[in-house]
């Protein structure tokens, strides 16, 4: 029943800065609590960045604190990732996904619904 769209992937160099997008079925934004993963060939899903629904809490993995901000638009039903002071180890496919759950969490398996990906490559 929830579908999830990313865009806004690409190429950048070291230090430049991306923002992701998330369009999501109706009433999803604001019902579930939403985060965005990244994910190498061969490794597993890494979470990135959560913002629980309701009254919209975050939580950050620590590679990433202090230069992505997660944030969400209910009206639109539409969530963000802002990437700042991008390195050559955030190349990866990013995913938004859908959790029916109060509050965040890290743990990939509570996340049921996704999005397809959009590729993100940061050259040296």
């Known amino acids: 029943q929830v579908q999830l769209v990313e865009s806004g992937g690409g190429l950048v160099q070291a230090g430049g800065s991306l923002r992701l997008a998330c369009a999501a079925s109706?009433?999803?934004?604001?019902?579930?609590?939403m985060g965005w993963f990244r994910q190498d060939p061969g490794k597993e899903r890494e979470f990135i960045a959560a913002?629980?629904?309701?009254?919209?809490?975050?939580q950050y993995a620590d590679s990433v604190k202090g230069r992505f901000t997660i944030s969400r638009d209910n009206a639109k039903n539409t969530f963000y990732l802002q990437m700042n002071s991008l390195k050559p180890e955030d190349t990866a496919i990013y995913y938004c996904?859908?959790?029916?759950?109060?509050?965040?969490?890290?743990?990939?398996?509570?996340?049921?619904?996704w999005g397809q990906g959009t590729q993100v490559t940061v050259s040296s």
């Open positions: 996904a859908a959790a029916n759950r109060d509050w965040t969490t890290s743990n990939r398996n509570a996340y049921k619904y």
């Open positions: 109706e009433h999803t934004v604001s019902t579930y609590t």
């Open positions: 913002i629980s629904r309701s009254i919209g809490t975050t």
